[in-house]
């Protein structure tokens, strides 16, 4: 390999050695930029993602690692205690999606229905079952170098109250109290490299999360609403750290660590085989009936393979689960007249359709 003299005095060896040496470290600079990468609302939750999450409830005492460029975070023990399916869903073929217009995706995890809206500039929770509330998950897009603060309010609630029973629990003869739950929120992508996990490396960017929670309540008392200054206030402070990143396997952040208190007690992260596409299937997959039904019904699969059906109330509460081959039949007689929700999946995809029972 040919090497330079930079002891050489002459000038035109100095200056092409200087020319070089100049190239070569554009080049190195270009390639640590491209090691950066942005995470727009296209790369998370999209319809038909399956994700697979676990919990490692034994990796007590991780820490988040340092801030900055070229970061490695070696992750690669995690080990699944607890592993959860997500499954996002149009929250138009969801029992609740009409309470949420604002929904972008609904995500289907034991039973439960989360609505989240989505754009190119924040992911928001606005929805769990048939309870309208607003978290803000994170900012979009994400880059290195971000910060962002946001204050919300999550509940807004005005209570009518006997007075009894707020002299009993208050400690004044109130009539009513109102209450606001809400928080200030800054987000920080202080960090950015290569994350390593049982399933493999990503290049990932590290989301800082420091949020305040604050409590207001208000007491009315003879015409006049006065603060309770006991139950106002700064409530928690919590640190969270969150991994993202723009592969397409991974639709959601990778790694989730609460840092609350300095010390990691378990650590969500996502599991190898995610974002497997779930498509809608067609109605014509199934026969579904009698709908509307008194007492019992039957549910005949078109292909002779393995279905999950789970039948939720309108609240998203579970009346049924259970699978079957080709055909079942659901004994209807016990349970209250109303509409309900039947989700039927197989490896191919779900359906969901509308039942009343009468």
Not at 263 to 283: I, K, P, Y
């Amino acid at each position: 390999m040919k090497r330079f003299k930079f002891t050489n005095t002459n000038n035109k060896l100095l200056f092409v050695s200087k020319k070089i040496l100049f190239t070569i470290a554009l080049a190195t600079i270009g390639l640590s930029a491209s090691a950066q990468i942005t995470v727009t609302d296209s790369d998370i939750l999209n319809i038909g993602d399956v994700i697979y999450e676990a919990t490692d409830t034994s990796s007590i005492g991780i820490n988040p690692g340092n801030s900055g460029a070229n970061q490695t975070w070696n992750f690669s023990n995690f080990q699944t205690n607890i592993l959860d399916t997500i499954i996002v869903l149009d929250p138009i073929n969801t029992p609740n999606g009409a309470l949420h217009p604002n929904a972008d995706v609904s995500i289907l995890m034991d039973s439960n229905y989360l609505y989240l809206s989505k754009s190119n500039n924040e992911l928001s929770l606005v929805g769990v079952d048939n309870v309208p509330l607003y978290l803000p998950f994170c900012p979009l897009p994400l880059t290195y170098g971000l910060q962002y603060s946001n204050t919300y309010v999550s509940v807004d609630s005005l209570v009518a109250i006997a007075p009894s029973l707020c002299q009993l629990y208050l400690g004044v003869p109130c009539d009513s109290i109102y209450i606001m739950q809400g928080a200030n929120v800054t987000w920080n992508v202080d960090a950015y490299g290569d994350v390593i996990l049982p399933s493999g490396t990503y290049s990932s960017l590290r989301l800082k999360k420091l949020e305040l929670g604050i409590d207001s309540m208000y007491v009315h008392v003879n015409g006049v609403w006065y603060v309770d200054t006991v139950n106002s206030g700064i409530v928690d402070t919590s640190l969270e750290y969150t991994w993202w990143t723009n592969e397409a396997s991974m639709n959601f952040r990778i790694v989730e660590m609460d840092y609350t208190n300095n010390m990691a007690n378990e650590v969500v992260f996502l599991t190898q085989g995610q974002t497997a596409l779930v498509q809608d299937l067609s109605a014509d997959n199934f026969n579904v009936y009698p709908i509307p039904t008194a007492y019992n019904l039957i549910v005949e699969a078109k292909n002779i393979e393995l279905t999950s059906l789970e039948l939720l109330d309108v609240n998203g509460r579970l009346i049924v689960k259970k699978e079957f081959m080709q055909s079942t039949n659901l004994d209807l007689s016990k349970i209250s007249k109303g509409i309900y929700f039947l989700n039927l999946s197989t490896s191919n995809g779900k359906l969901t359709k509308k039942i009343v029972v009468e």
